[in-house]
């Protein structure tokens, strides 16, 4: 990062999960579609803060920096993601929640 | 000089030929850059004209990146690049570099 020293690179392979499948369909689909650009979705990852960017795995980077892209080109609302993650949370929770006999 | 790809944005023409000794701007505005930041004051030479291609500064930022700018591959001697460099001196590294980023040599 910055022209900081990076460390040894330390090759692995992994099966990729279904929403990583998902995260780069979407970023494919969206751009052969003409909504964005790639440069933007580049810019928006350089654009993490210097943490995030250390933290997060390499599709977590592409769907914070997916979400920043659609934002900012308008085709969700903040407002409208900010429901959206509060439904899936509700529905995350209610299906963690212990049965009761 | 053809280009490796042919495009049809509109371009500005290529300012560079093959063989032409170019220094990579040494410079670090903000937005997104495509140039490495190693090689930035650097001197290199044309290698060839990859085409023509819509600028990622301005891609970046929503706009249509139009004219194309001329992109280039610019062949680097490792040894110049990286001073403690410890193979042939006949290594290079090869990076594309649009036309902007570069000025005679």
């Known amino acids: ?44 990852i350089e654009a993490l803060p210097p943490e995030a960017y250390d933290n997060l795995s390499y599709y977590e980077k592409w769907i914070s920096s997916l979400t920043q892209t659609l934002i900012q080109r308008g085709i969700i609302s903040t407002a409208e993601l900010g429901r959206k993650m509060q439904e899936v949370e509700m529905r995350v929770q209610n299906r963690a929640a212990p049965v009761r006999d | 000089m053809q280009p490796q790809f042919a495009t049809d944005y509109p371009a500005l023409a290529p300012s560079f030929s093959v063989g032409d000794r170019v220094r990579v701007r040494a410079t670090a505005p903000l937005g997104h850059i495509r140039t490495p930041f190693y090689i930035r004051g650097h001197v290199g030479e044309i290698e060839r004209l990859c085409g023509s291609f819509p600028n990622p500064e301005e891609l970046a930022q929503m706009r249509n990146g139009l004219p194309a700018i001329p992109l280039y591959r610019v062949r680097f001697r490792q040894k110049e690049v990286w001073p403690d460099y410890k193979g042939p001196a006949t290594d290079v590294v090869e990076i594309e570099i649009f036309q902007h980023w570069l000025e005679r040599a």
């Not at chain 1, 999960?17 to 998902?22: D, G, K, S, Y």
């Not at chain 1, 979407?26 to 928006?44: A, F, P, S």
Request: proline share 7%.
């Open chain 1, 1 to 44: 990062m910055g022209g900081l020293p990076a460390g040894k690179v330390e090759p692995t392979e992994h099966d990729y999960p279904e929403w990583e499948r998902r995260v780069d369909a979407m970023v494919q689909l969206l751009r052969l579609g003409g909504k964005i650009t790639v440069d933007e979705v580049r810019k928006n």
